[in-house]
């Protein structure tokens, strides 16, 4: 089964609107991180923002949220104001803490954003 | 700030040749992760290194083998390679596991063609 699904392959957004990119992820473990990464075209990975299981506010960084909603299993990120460098993919990731889980990060999919002038 | 380094960030090759790849982590980041992006696809975990030593294992072909060193820097070998190895690979490291956070923050990767 997969660990990380992103249902959304690709989305469109108008410049200066929000955006939410869809995350739903499949654990047992009651203790693990969600990650998000960026992947413009240039290839680089860039982190984004942080979730841990046990946070009880949901992540913020800037422009990016993350609606953590632990009994769904979701845990989507929210783009406010998007900007046209905002297009690239998007990766939403998790790492498992306990039960010899390792330190790995398990990717999902990934959503492709565009953003429109 | 300083950020995790890869080398080289190209690297062409033909069929049955070796490549080793090198990645500097952050300093005071003791763990290494690497990890390999197909054409189209999502990274998937290889290997990682915690105080030099192998922590954990992911797919990994048996043709390729990684170490860290003293300095904490890392270098993928990989051997008898197949264009099914064209890929990007990451290098990402983290922060000692005993930090509450520990994002992984990756190196700008380094392009491999087999041909």
């Known amino acids: 089964a997969q660990k990380i699904t992103q249902t959304q392959p690709g989305m469109f957004v108008q410049e200066k609107e929000a955006v939410t990119l869809d995350c739903t992820y499949d654990t047992s473990d009651q203790s693990y991180g969600l990650f998000w990464y960026k992947q413009p075209s240039s290839g680089e990975m860039i982190f984004l923002i942080y979730q841990g299981s046990y946070d009880e506010q949901n992540a913020t960084e800037g422009r990016y949220s993350l609606n953590f909603q632990k009994a769904r299993k979701s845990a989507n990120l929210v783009i406010s104001a998007s900007q046209l460098g905002d297009s690239a993919m998007y990766f939403c990731?998790?790492?498992?803490?306990?039960?010899?889980?390792?330190?790995?990060?398990?990717f999902g999919g990934g959503t492709r954003l565009m953003v429109k002038p | 700030a300083a950020g995790v380094i890869q080398s080289p960030r190209h690297l062409i090759k033909e069929k049955r040749e070796t490549a080793t790849l090198k990645c500097y982590p952050i300093p005071r980041h003791d763990t290494v992760y690497w990890y390999q992006q197909g054409p189209g696809q999502d990274p998937q975990f290889l290997i990682s290194f915690y105080e030099k030593m192998q922590s954990d294992k992911g797919s990994i072909p048996d043709r390729f083998s990684a170490q860290q060193f003293s300095d904490y820097h890392s270098e993928l070998n990989m051997s008898s390679l197949e264009l099914g190895d064209s890929a990007l690979y990451f290098c990402?490291?983290?922060?000692?596991?005993?930090?509450?956070?520990?994002?992984?923050?990756f190196g700008p990767g380094t392009r491999l063609t087999v041909l």
């Open positions: 990731a998790m790492r498992e803490l306990l039960n010899n889980a390792g330190n790995m990060l398990t």
């Open positions: 990402a490291s983290s922060l000692p596991v005993r930090e509450a956070r520990h994002e992984q923050f």
